[in-house]
């Protein structure tokens, strides 16, 4: 069936940095997509950022465009997420998920499996 487990989360000031790491497990990794979700109590689920298992092509939320940046390492089956200039906005629990689509834009994706999530918190 396949695990994603996610790991990175913490609570840091406004402008610091984080890097979320999801470890893929099973079949699972064989989707065409992976991509990091965050959601925050009381709100829908929100796709952050993207990438196909080619590493070719990557999508972002316009709100972490220039500081978030989605990479993966298909020899360890594990997908990052680096996230920079942090801002209290950021605040949320991040999900990591492998999905399959026509493409790995948001909206295009179908999930197929989730982490447990991660929470980041950040402080002003």
């Known amino acids: 069936q396949g695990q994603l487990v996610e790991s990175g989360g913490d609570s840091v000031q406004a402008g610091g940095s984080l890097r979320l790491s999801c470890a893929a497990s099973g079949y699972m990794y064989s989707r065409n997509c992976m991509a990091w979700f965050r959601q925050v109590p009381g709100n829908d689920r929100e796709g952050v950022a993207s990438?196909?298992?080619?590493?070719?092509?990557?999508y972002y939320h316009d709100s972490v465009k220039g500081r978030f940046t989605i990479s993966l390492d298909n020899n360890k089956k594990t997908v990052y997420l680096q996230m920079n200039s942090l801002k209290p906005e950021d605040t949320a629990k991040y999900y990591c998920?492998?999905?399959?689509?026509?493409?790995?834009?948001?909206?295009?994706?179908?999930?197929?499996?989730w982490g447990q999530g991660t929470q980041v918190t950040v402080s002003s």
């Open positions: 990438i196909d298992i080619g590493g070719e092509d990557t």
């Open positions: 998920a492998a999905l399959m689509g026509r493409t790995c834009a948001f909206g295009a994706m179908t999930p197929r499996l």
